[in-house]
């Protein structure tokens, strides 16, 4: 839950934040600031992140009806989502594969869950299950949201659908890899453990 958190914080704080950089709408820096904290701090996600987790904290108790349904719509959420994944690609099909997506899949895919191990051997010394945990995070294909960030700016939309079918049918090999590594004891949690 820690990882989903902080990744769509990450994440919609700092697309527009890149997209204003970027210059797809130009304007003086004081607005183009303004309109930035303002996308953060009103983005749908962001809201129903902090709402989770003042929620969790405040250990909130919902009426049961109320409980019960959004245990239904929990259960519901992922479902959904591979359908709207499956709907989205197939209302976009690709005309033509974009050159750099199997590249960026490459990088997505196997470069990413290594340097996360990389980086976490570097910065200490952490338990497995935490290591194995952001490699596997790490090691999943784009999701549905770059797709949706991509319609929201009207940038690289046909890149993100296609990035969202080649990396789904790709990870079904790598992260299967990863979680057969991992269980087999050939992927070490620490690459530097002497120190």
Same mark, same amino acid.
Request: overall charge positive; glycine content about 6%; proline content about 8%.
């Given at each position: 839950?820690?990882?989903?958190?902080?990744?769509?914080?990450? /994440?919609?704080?700092?697309?527009?934040?890149?997209?204003? /950089?970027?210059?797809?709408?130009?304007?003086?820096?004081?607005?183009?600031?303004?309109?930035?904290?303002?996308?953060?701090?009103?983005?749908?996600?962001?809201?129903?992140?902090?709402?989770?987790?003042?929620?969790?904290?405040?250990? +909130?108790? &919902?009426?049961?009806?109320?409980?019960? *349904?959004?245990?239904?719509?929990? @259960? #519901?959420?992922?479902?959904?989502?591979?359908?709207? /994944? @499956?709907?989205?690609?197939?209302?976009?099909?690709?005309?033509? *594969?974009?050159?750099?997506?199997?590249? +960026? *899949?490459?990088?997505?895919?196997?470069?990413?869950?290594?340097?996360?191990? +990389? &980086?976490?051997?570097? =910065?200490?010394?952490?338990?497995?299950?935490?290591?194995?945990? @952001? *490699?596997?995070? #790490?090691?999943?294909?784009? #999701?549905?949201?770059?797709?949706?960030? !991509?319609?929201?700016?009207?940038?690289?939309?046909?890149?993100?659908? #296609? !990035?969202?079918?080649? @990396?789904?049918?790709? !990870? =079904?090999?790598?992260?299967?890899?990863?979680?057969?590594?991992?269980?087999?004891?050939? =992927?070490?949690?620490?690459?530097?453990? !002497?120190?």
């Amino acid at each position: 839950m820690l990882i989903f958190v902080f990744d769509n914080l990450l /994440l919609f704080s700092l697309i527009p934040f890149l997209m204003a /950089l970027a210059g797809v709408e130009k304007k003086s820096m004081l607005e183009t600031a303004r309109d930035v904290a303002w996308k953060v701090v009103t983005h749908p996600f962001n809201i129903a992140t902090v709402l989770g987790v003042l929620a969790a904290v405040t250990k +909130l108790q &919902l009426p049961s009806a109320l409980d019960k *349904m959004t245990i239904w719509l929990s @259960g #519901a959420a992922a479902p959904c989502a591979l359908f709207l /994944l @499956g709907v989205t690609v197939a209302i976009r099909p690709m005309q033509k *594969m974009p050159p750099e997506v199997p590249a +960026l *899949m490459f990088i997505k895919l196997i470069v990413h869950p290594l340097l996360i191990l +990389l &980086l976490l051997s570097i =910065m200490g010394d952490f338990p497995p299950a935490w290591v194995y945990a @952001g *490699m596997v995070m #790490a090691a999943l294909p784009p #999701a549905l949201n770059i797709f949706v960030i !991509s319609t929201q700016y009207g940038v690289g939309i046909e890149r993100a659908s #296609a !990035s969202i079918l080649v @990396g789904t049918i790709a !990870s =079904m090999v790598t992260l299967t890899l990863f979680l057969w590594l991992i269980r087999e004891g050939y =992927m070490p949690h620490d690459l530097f453990p !002497s120190r």
